[in-house]
Structures are given as structure tokens and as C-alpha cells.
């Protein structure tokens, strides 16, 4: 087993798991069959059904599971990892999808892993989440965990809007941009690197700003000390939205705030790979847009 510093010492060996995958993935249905069918032959006991599924959500937030594994792309990763962060339950990703950030295992390799999982070599690897609140005056209209990002932007109209943000309850600046991210080392290779952002290593505890489209506002990233706070506060006759994690955005109108800072859990993804491989993957990652049809 890797002697990695994020390793909890007092893991025990995983015998229940559960996996699962999104409806709509290709091929998934199959893919977790066979891959339920295979573990069971190993010993393992093994339930799955569909993330989505709400009996089989429960028995993971009770934590009845060791493991989840999820088969899918990094959406399919980042719901899976709202269910198991705040309940620790770590998650192996079986790659469906085009990119694989989160991912550890390709499609059609999950096979040679197996004996690893049955002889404990393998460590956990711990990623910041964040948790946002949003509030009018002293209501609050909601608050969620989330391992990329929140995003406070502008609305339908193709007009930027006026976000001022507070850092530790002190001023940093105000923007006038399309919209404002608040990211995670996670979610530093997600949206707010397509807006010009750095690659933060996925082990940082830190949130990173970036400004989307700024007009003459501040149009440089800014990664905040370890267990720093940023508020945003909309300040515009125009209408803005707050996207978490790219779920279903909510409204916001002039004054209303968005509290986002690091929350205490986090999530955990089981690894095969040496530590080092985030840097030995950025690369062909950042070369080979599968989107764009011109990948290798």
C-alpha cells in the first residue's frame, strides 16, 4: 500500500459496496452489471442500482457501504460525491464519460484492479468541499456542499453585473463581470480554468476567485488563505443567478448574499495510482479536448 500522508491509518478492509451509475450514461447499465457480477464472485457483497435511486441513497448515507464505485463521467463523479462526502463513504470512478478528472479507472480496466481491492493496496485521497449559503437580508434561501464550484452570475440578460466581494468580512473589490466563481482545487480544472484560472493541486485547502468576463474590474485569479470566507453580494439592477456545482440556479436580486467557505467534510476518493499522478495527467488532459473531435 502507498505510505501517502492523506492514508487513514485506521481504514478497514472493504467488503460492502455499492455500485451504481446515472441514467443516460451509454453502455453503463452493462458495464455495472458485469462489474457487480465479478466483485460478488470475489467475496465482496454488493448491491446497485441507479444514483438517482432514493432506497439505495439512504442505505449509502447510512452507511451501509465501504465503497461506492461509480461508473460514469465527472458529472456522474460530482453527484456521487455529494451523497458520500458527508457521510465519508469514499468512491472509486469507473470512466464512461469523455474527460475523467475524477475518474481512476479507464473502461474495460476495472478488471485488473480488483485483486489490489481484495489485498487493501490502494490509499484515499481527500478533497476539499465547500459549503454555500444564500441569503436575502436575514432569510436564508438556501445552503449546499459542493466539490467544484459556486457560481454567482448574471441572468438571462447579456448584461454584467455587479458583484462585491468580501473577504473575512473585509472588502476586496467589486466586480463588474459576467460572473464571480468560487472554486475548489478540484474545480480549479472545471469552469474556472475555462474562464483563465491556475491548476491547483486537488490536496490545497484553499477557495479560488476568478472573475468571469470582467469589464474593467479586476480580471486576475485570487486564491485565498486556508480557511478563508468570501462573501458576494449582488449589487445590480440586474438579475443574477447562483449555480452550485451546476445544479439548478437559483435567483437573486440587489443585496442578496452568498456565503461560501470550506466545509468540514470532504471527499474521499479511493486511488490505485502513485500520489504524483494529478501532474503526470494534467497534460494530456489539457492537450486532448475529446469535445473538440480533434483529440489523439
Given at each position: 500500500m502507498y505510505n501517502c500522508p492523506d492514508m487513514s491509518a485506521d481504514m478497514q478492509s472493504i467488503t460492502r459496496i455499492a455500485v451504481i451509475t446515472y441514467p443516460g450514461v451509454p453502455g453503463a447499465i452493462e458495464e455495472m452489471n458485469q462489474v457487480t457480477e465479478v466483485l460478488g464472485k470475489h467475496g465482496f457483497q454488493v448491491s446497485q442500482g441507479m444514483l438517482n435511486d432514493d432506497s439505495l441513497r439512504k442505505r449509502v448515507q447510512d452507511q451501509e457501504f465501504d465503497l461506492l464505485i461509480a461508473l460514469g463521467g465527472d458529472g456522474t463523479m460530482l453527484r456521487a460525491g455529494h451523497l458520500c462526502g458527508p457521510v465519508d463513504v469514499p468512491i472509486l470512478g469507473i470512466n464512461l464519460g469523455r474527460f475523467g478528472f475524477l475518474t481512476e479507472i479507464?473502461?474495460?480496466k476495472w478488471q485488473q484492479s480488483i485483486d489490489r481491492l481484495l489485498s487493501d493496496d490502494y490509499w484515499i485521497e481527500k478533497r476539499m468541499m465547500l459549503?454555500?449559503?444564500?441569503w436575502r437580508s436575514d432569510e436564508l434561501l438556501g445552503d449546499w456542499i459542493v466539490l467544484n464550484e459556486v457560481v454567482v452570475t448574471r441572468g438571462s440578460l447579456v448584461r454584467p453585473v455587479q458583484l462585491i466581494a468580501r473577504v473575512d468580512g473585509r472588502y476586496l473589490t467589486t466586480y463588474v463581470a459576467d460572473g464571480l466563481i468560487a472554486a475548489t482545487p478540484t474545480g480549479s480544472t472545471a469552469y474556472a480554468l475555462a474562464a483563465g484560472g491556475p491548476i491547483l493541486p486537488p490536496d490545497l485547502r484553499n477557495i479560488l476567485l476568478v472573475a468571469v468576463?470582467?469589464?474593467?474590474s479586476l480580471d486576475r485569479a485570487i486564491i485565498l488563505a486556508e480557511g478563508s470566507t468570501v462573501n458576494i453580494e449582488v449589487s445590480s439592477e440586474y438579475q443574477a443567478v447562483l449555480s452550485p456545482d451546476g445544479q439548478e440556479p437559483i435567483e437573486l436580486i440587489n443585496g442578496d448574499r452568498v456565503e461560501v467557505?470550506?466545509?468540514?467534510?470532504?471527499?474521499?476518493?479511493?486511488?490505485?495510482?502513485?500520489?504524483?499522478?494529478f501532474y503526470r495527467n494534467i497534460t494530456p488532459h489539457m492537450s486532448n479536448n475529446p469535445s473538440t473531435g480533434n483529440h489523439r
Open positions: 479507464q473502461q474495460n459549503r454555500a449559503e444564500a468576463a470582467p469589464h474593467l467557505y470550506a466545509d468540514e467534510h470532504t471527499v474521499q476518493f479511493l486511488r490505485f495510482q502513485d500520489p504524483g499522478y
